[in-house]
């Protein structure tokens, strides 16, 4: 599976964003996907995760109520829609994607990772 991750861009707190990672394969539908962020400085954490069927999230208490994850599986594509963006939000987003059919929020827990795309948030 290949993964590539797009929307980058710079907001102001309190604005909006929409990622989108595009993969490739025929089993895209099979899979776990994740999104992960790496801020300045920091290591990668895990953002919110979505189930092959599309009907099971999970987030960070960070983003929860915030930021929406989702799936077309016709597209291949998984979003990740980022509201009452924060300064704190600002990070490299990626995405990633394992099979299996739980909630996996460890980075070591993926095999398929996105290049990233940059995330920033202006106060």
């Known amino acids: 599976v290949q993964l590539q991750a797009s929307g980058r861009g710079m907001v102001q707190a309190g604005g909006s964003l929409r990622l989108s990672c595009a993969a490739s394969g025929r089993t895209f539908s099979q899979y776990v996907m994740g999104w992960f962020r790496q801020a300045p400085g920091k290591g990668r954490e895990f953002v919110a995760t979505?189930?092959?069927?599309?009907?099971?999230?999970y987030y960070s208490d960070s983003v929860k109520g915030r930021f929406t994850i989702s799936r077309d599986n016709a597209k291949n594509t998984v979003y990740l829609q980022m509201n009452s963006l924060k300064p704190e939000d600002t990070a490299v987003y990626y995405c990633a994607a394992r099979s299996g059919c739980g909630y996996y929020i460890k980075e070591k827990e993926y095999d398929y990772w996105g290049q990233g795309t940059l995330v920033t948030v202006s106060s």
């Open positions: 979505i189930k092959w069927s599309g009907g099971n999230t």
